[in-house]
C-alpha cells in the first residue's frame, strides 16, 4: 500500500507524519542533493559620492535544499554588511542591505562573502560629494521581480540617497503598470546629506503573463524613472515519492476535485519515475491526490492516502 505523507505549494507548505512505505511530497522546486557552493555576489551601485545604502545580492550555483548560511565582511569601516544572511529553503540567491558612509577621501571596500570555503566578492568606491547642492542617488536603474506565482505578493526595496552637499526634499513616488503598486511612502520628506528614504514596491499578479511598469521619484534636485519588470506564473503542484520496497515499473497519479470521490487518472501514460508535476491546476480550487504503484504484470496497488491541497 501506497501511503502519502506530505505536501507543500508553491512557498507554502503543510507537513503530516507517517510511517508509509511511499511518501507524496508536493513542491514547486526540486532539492539539490549535494553542498553548496557561491556562485557570485553583486550590488547594484559600484560608485558612491555620498553616504547611502547599497541593495546587493549573494547567489548560490543551485537552488538549495536546506537553511543555508553566508558569511559576510567588509575591509573597510566606511561599508558595513551584516556579519552573516541565511538562504531559505528552495532558494537560490539572498539579499542584503551594505551601508556606506561619507568620506573625505577617495577610497574603495570590497565585500567579501564565504559559503564552505568558497569566497566571493564585490568592490564598492567611495568618494567625497562633488556637488553643494542637493543630489539625488536612486540604488536601482531597473527592479526585476522575476518569475511570481499569481496572487502571491514579492516587494523590493528602492533607496533614495540625499548625496549632495545640501537638504534633498523627495516631493513623491508613484508607480504604473499591471499588479505594481508602492507599498508605502510617506512624502514628501526632506532628506539632509547623507541621509537616505527606502520604498517598498510591490508585484502582485493577478493573472499568468508578463509585465512592465515605471516608479517614477520626483524630488527638488532631479526625477528619476525607474522600469519595473515581472512575470506571473501559474500555479503547479509538483509530487514526488519514495520508491516501495517491492519491485514496480511505474505509477499512476489520481486527481479529484476536493471532496469528491471522482478520481481521473492525470499521467496518459506509464510514470516511471517516482515523480510527476501537475499544471492543470486553477486557482481557488482544491485538490486531492492519490498515487497507485503498477508492477510487472500491469497490476495496480491499493490506492495511497488521500492528500490534499488548496490553490491560492
Known amino acids: 500500500m501506497i501511503n502519502l505523507k506530505s505536501v507543500s505549494l508553491d512557498r507554502k507548505s503543510l507537513r503530516t507524519a507517517s510511517t508509509s512505505a511511499i511518501a507524496l511530497i508536493l513542491a514547486t522546486a526540486s532539492s539539490a542533493a549535494f553542498a553548496q557552493s557561491l556562485d557570485r555576489i553583486s550590488c547594484v551601485t559600484k560608485t558612491y559620492t555620498s553616504a547611502g545604502t547599497d541593495t546587493c545580492r549573494a547567489f548560490l550555483t543551485s537552488t538549495n535544499s536546506d537553511h543555508v548560511y553566508i558569511a559576510l565582511s567588509s575591509n573597510n569601516p566606511a561599508v558595513t554588511v551584516p556579519s552573516s544572511i541565511m538562504v531559505s529553503y528552495n532558494a537560490g540567491s539572498k539579499g542584503f542591505y551594505a551601508t556606506v558612509a561619507s568620506v573625505k577621501t577617495a577610497q574603495t571596500a570590497t565585500i567579501t562573502a564565504k559559503l564552505n570555503g568558497v569566497s566571493k566578492s564585490f568592490k564598492i568606491s567611495i568618494a567625497p560629494p562633488t556637488t553643494s547642492g542637493a543630489a539625488m542617488t536612486i540604488n536601482a536603474t531597473s527592479i526585476g521581480f522575476g518569475s511570481d506565482v499569481i496572487k502571491t505578493p514579492i516587494a523590493q526595496s528602492v533607496t533614495v540617497t540625499s548625496t549632495g552637499g545640501a537638504a534633498l526634499t523627495v516631493n513623491s513616488a508613484t508607480v504604473s503598470g499591471t499588479g505594481f503598486s508602492l507599498v508605502s511612502a510617506k512624502l514628501p520628506t526632506t532628506l539632509n546629506p547623507g541621509q537616505s528614504l527606502t ?42 515519492w519514495n520508491a516501495p520496497t517491492t519491485p514496480v515499473v511505474g505509477y499512476n497519479v489520481y486527481r479529484a476535485l476536493s471532496g469528491s470521490t471522482s478520481y481521473s487518472r492525470l499521467n496518459s501514460s506509464l510514470d516511471a519515475i517516482s515523480a510527476y508535476t501537475d499544471g492543470t491546476v486553477k486557482s481557488g480550487t482544491g485538490y486531492d491526490y492519490i498515487v497507485r504503484s503498477v508492477n510487472s504484470s500491469g497490476t495496480e496497488s491499493s490506492p495511497s492516502n488521500k492528500t490534499s491541497v488548496k490553490i491560492p
Request: no cysteine.
Open 199 to 240: 520604498l517598498q514596491v510591490q508585484f502582485n499578479p493577478l493573472t499568468a503573463g508578463s509585465f512592465t511598469g515605471q516608479l517614477v521619484i520626483a524630488s527638488n534636485a532631479s526625477t528619476s524613472t525607474i522600469p519595473l519588470f515581472g512575470t506571473g506564473a501559474s500555479h503547479q503542484v509538483e509530487l514526488s
